[in-house]
């Protein structure tokens, strides 16, 4: 935005870009089953949801093509990951058909902050049962799939037949995460996905030596429904900015929670109370910041070591399209 248009904006009274005031949502990870996807359920099709956890814009339209090969696009939309862009908060959200600030008031023995120990999405399964249950008044028979090894992509690729006697099968592939979050830890990755296009084709042949692809094959000839989607999708990040905070401020590189966090106000937007953004509150004094445009935020120690070492790497978490807008494609078996 022009100078001008900044000045003008900081001048416009806070409640005009207060979220409470508006009325007409977009669709976003917490009414997506709600929106595209419990509508189209139907007892006659099997239905199977895929959710390929950070999967961007760009990289579906590089796998569209080999799936077209057995399935027909029927309808193509995207909707708007919830901040932050994290799988702990967006997938959770999608499941639960809440926010995560209700998922923590309504079931908070599933509900996990950045800093409690254990895994943050061991309950999806649960949250999705229940949002099965709040809405459809009648038996939907379901199971819900984690793949996250080779192991357990051989496993859905050989019994793939048998979780279509549901209605409801939801795979949730967290390939292309590991992919991305190995990036920065794996030399190797570097060389692979340098830039969007790199990651781009590294994505296409991934998918279609996958097992994944093997079993979406088989499930065609049972005349399928699909659905493609995602949870957040991820930026390549080139420009740090500076963050101080207490021990307890969480590691993410795109967003921080925490409290006394000094940070540089025009590279975030900050959330000096959570639950304006439907975000659970870890302490009394928390603020969450996530990071605009190709930031990526450091702390001072160490600072040139770890610039150079995240500078150029694909993170998520933080306020971008690349981000918040993600592809909810609907496609039946040809």
């Known amino acids: 935005a022009s100078p001008t248009m900044d000045r003008a904006f900081s001048r416009r009274p806070s409640p005009s870009t207060n979220i409470k005031r508006f009325r007409h949502w977009p669709v976003m990870s917490n009414s997506l089953l709600r929106s595209k996807i419990f509508p189209e359920i139907d007892d006659k099709v099997p239905t199977v949801l895929l959710l390929l956890d950070n999967l961007r814009y760009d990289q579906w339209k590089m796998i569209e093509p080999i799936l077209t090969e057995y399935y027909r696009v029927e309808e193509e939309d995207f909707f708007y990951s919830i901040l932050p862009t994290s799988t702990q908060y967006s997938r ?3 499941f639960a058909g809440m926010m995560p600030s209700e998922i923590e008031k309504h079931y908070p023995q599933w509900w996990k902050n950045d800093n409690d120990e254990g895994g943050k999405n061991l309950h999806e399964h649960d949250l999705l049962a229940e949002n099965i249950g709040r809405t459809f008044r009648k038996d939907i028979r379901f199971d819900y799939i984690k793949v996250t090894n080779a192991h357990h992509a051989k496993q859905v690729q050989d019994n793939i037949l048998n979780y279509l006697q549901n209605d409801l099968t939801v795979i949730v592939y967290n390939f292309i995460d590991m992919l991305s979050h190995a990036r920065t830890e794996m030399e190797v990755l570097k060389e692979l996905a340098g830039d969007e296009k790199a990651y781009r084709s590294l ?3 991934w998918f279609e030596n996958s097992p994944l692809w093997q079993a979406l094959q088989r499930a065609a000839e049972r005349g399928i429904q699909l659905f493609v989607t995602t949870d957040h999708g991820t930026i390549r990040v080139n420009t740090p900015s500076r963050v101080v905070g207490d021990r307890e401020t969480t590691t993410n590189l795109r967003y921080k929670v925490g409290r006394n ?26 603020t969450f910041i996530f990071a605009k445009e190709d930031k990526f935020f450091l702390y001072p120690n160490n600072y040139n070591y770890y610039h150079n070492y995240y500078k150029n790497t694909f993170q998520h978490g933080g306020i971008s399209l690349e981000e918040m807008i993600c592809p909810v494609v609907r496609m039946r078996a040809k």
């Not at 109370?273 to 509150?281: F, G, N, S, T, V």
């Open 203 to 205: 994505t296409r042949s």
């Open 261 to 286: 966090l000094q940070y540089e106000r025009r590279d975030v937007l900050d959330v000096r109370d959570p639950k304006d953004a439907m975000l659970p509150r870890p302490n009394v004094s928390s």
């Open 92 to 94: 959770n959200a999608i």
